[in-house]
């Protein structure tokens, strides 16, 4: 992540844009449903996309084809939910795919599945999980966001995994190799991210409080609780 431009096979390519392609619109009418019935939420919004792009725009160099970065997805999963990710993310990559060369046009919907759509889904699944078991805010929002990096990079490893299978063992040769050398680079930066993320949110716990009570982050009745967790 990002795949490059041109670097998939033109089925592949157009096989995950079609696959996206149905988030995103989901995705838009989220969106669009959020800052109509919420005005107040667009710099919130803003400074989710931001986050999203800058520490997505952070490459180191994993693979041929492709590169390693933390992705930035998992605090705006986590405030506006992965719908709304879609469309943040799919803006981002598109900005980067024309102004940074990072990414691409033809792999816009293989990287737009990998790191708006499936890293911002685990990532929030996983932190509801934990808020369901009473599992401490900030806490919740590590693993969330942990699990939302490493989840894009595990879902890029099947996208060149599928697409470059190994002549000896296949699809699943082939996957453990990818897996294996974005790992290398890909569990500190995802612990990094982590940590970044919470301190983004507790920083927003102090500054957004009603904000965060209305999205649901914090409640109401316990936000005290929640800020000093």
């Not at 996983?126 to 369901?132: E, P, Q, S, T």
């Amino acid at each position: 992540m990002h795949i490059a431009e041109g670097f998939l096979p033109p089925a592949h390519a157009i096989a995950w844009g079609v696959a996206s392609a149905p988030f995103v619109v989901h995705g838009v009418r989220s969106l669009t449903r959020e800052v109509r019935e919420h005005p107040e939420s667009t710099l919130l919004l803003g400074a989710s996309g931001a986050f999203t792009f800058v520490l997505s725009a952070l490459k180191l160099p994993s693979v041929t084809g492709s590169c390693s970065h933390p992705t930035g997805t998992g605090l705006g999963a986590v405030l506006f939910r992965p719908p709304v990710m879609a469309v943040l993310g799919t803006i981002t990559l598109l900005f980067q795919a024309l102004l940074l060369a990072h990414g691409g046009l033809t792999t816009l919907g293989a990287n737009v599945f990998s790191m708006a759509i499936a890293g911002p889904w685990v990532g929030y699944g996983v932190y509801r999980l934990l808020r369901r078991l009473d599992v401490p805010l900030m806490a919740a929002v590590f693993f969330g966001a942990f699990l939302a990096d490493l989840a894009t990079y595990c879902v890029t490893s099947v996208q060149l995994a599928l697409a470059f299978p190994d002549p000896g063992s296949g699809f699943l040769g082939a996957l453990g190799k990818f897996g294996s050398i974005f790992a290398v680079t890909q569990i500190p930066l995802a612990v990094s991210e982590g940590l970044l993320t919470v301190l983004v949110m507790r920083l927003l716990t102090q500054s957004s409080k009603g904000e965060l009570t209305r999205l649901g982050v914090l409640a109401a009745r316990r936000e005290d609780e929640a800020v000093a967790r």
